[in-house]
């Protein structure tokens, strides 16, 4: 479900979705959403197994709004959303920007881009769709790269296993603060600020059995 705020399209808030503190920083928007979805490489799904909750951190894509995760056949996630019911689970995906450095050690804190996501999800079966899902998982990465690879094989098939998530209770908290330091604590005589946290992508380096030239998708690294 979704609504629009302030003529932008949002997802609908829910008592799940809604933090409890800070809650300037939350967003319900799409477009904010997506963007933090499509900027990351790890997700952590989280579910209940044995009566114990579980986190597994694995890979992901979004096509739309849904968002397909990746597994294994024999995993317990994939074991427990096989059936018509599905498995409850909640998704989490989170950016780190910056460290924040203030001059008390309480107000120390990180700059970051999160989304959480909660529903029920469901083994894809369908085998169109699974194309469609292991070829954003693939390229969720790298774009474009599904078409300059070897398609999997039955037998690999077989192996592999992907949930899907339809992205409906979500919603995004983000921080892009300064240290922002006590007034009491202004003249202290120690360091504050920001150190910037990126993620860097180095050159592509071919392995040895590989003779091709480097494909254009890989020459547009970093993205």
């Known amino acids: 479900m979704s609504d629009t705020t302030e003529g932008s399209p949002s997802y609908s808030r829910t008592p799940r979705t809604t933090p409890t503190r800070y809650k300037d920083r939350a ?3 799409q477009e904010a959403i997506h963007a933090i979805l499509d900027s990351a490489y790890i997700c952590h799904l989280g579910f209940v197994a044995d009566g114990a909750p579980v986190v597994l951190p694995t890979i992901y894509a979004r096509v739309g709004s849904r968002l397909y995760v990746h597994g294994s056949t024999g995993s317990r996630p994939m074991r427990g959303a096989s059936g018509e019911q599905g498995m409850p689970v909640c998704v989490t995906v989170t950016q780190v920007d ?3 450095l203030t001059k008390s050690a309480f107000n120390h804190s ?3 881009r ?3 996501a909660h529903g029920t999800a469901y083994q894809v079966t369908d085998p169109e769709e699974l194309d469609v899902a292991l070829a954003a998982l693939v390229d969720h990465a790298v774009p474009g790269r599904s078409a300059e690879v070897r398609p999997a094989n ?6 592999t296993a992907v949930l899907r998530l339809e992205l409906d209770e979500v919603s995004a908290k983000t921080r892009e603060d300064g240290a922002d330091d006590d007034p009491e604590d202004v003249d202290l ?3 504050s600020g920001l150190i910037p946290v990126t993620t860097v992508h180095g050159t592509p380096e071919p ?3 590989t003779t091709v030239p480097l494909p254009a998708h890989l020459r547009r690294y970093p993205r």
């Not at 039955?154 to 192996?159: R, S, T, V, W």
């Open 154 to 159: 039955p037998k690999e098939l077989a192996a």
């Open 98 to 100: 910056a460290l924040v």
């Open 114 to 116: 999160s989304v959480v």
């Open 189 to 191: 005589p120690y360091w």
């Open 110 to 112: 990180v700059n970051f």
């Open 207 to 209: 392995h040895p059995g």
């Open 27 to 29: 967003t319900w928007e």
